[in-house]
């Protein structure tokens, strides 16, 4: 992560939704806006750009299969 120096977006954030919204998407905007890709682990074939248009319409918590091995922490 040296490529974003100190400014690693709200690291010390605590609440599920704090580390979500300023936290995941924040990064993912970062990296957007350098207009790089993104993929994610439920659909890791798909690379996401600015451009991207929607892989699914529908709420897609409904429709995630993959196994997430990772925990945000408490």
């Given at each position: 992560m040296t490529?974003?120096?100190d400014n690693f977006p709200d690291s010390k954030e605590t609440t599920k939704f704090d580390i979500i919204c300023k936290g995941e998407i924040a990064l993912s905007q970062f990296f957007l806006?350098?207009?790089?890709?993104?993929?994610?682990?439920e659909w890791p074939d798909e690379a996401i750009s600015n451009q991207s248009k929607a892989?699914?319409?529908?709420?897609?918590?409904?429709?995630?299969?993959?196994?997430?091995?990772?925990?945000?922490?408490?």
């Open positions: 490529y974003m120096n806006e350098k207009k790089y890709n993104i993929t994610c682990i892989i699914r319409t529908s709420d897609v918590k409904k429709n995630v299969t993959a196994k997430h091995y990772f925990y945000h922490r408490k």
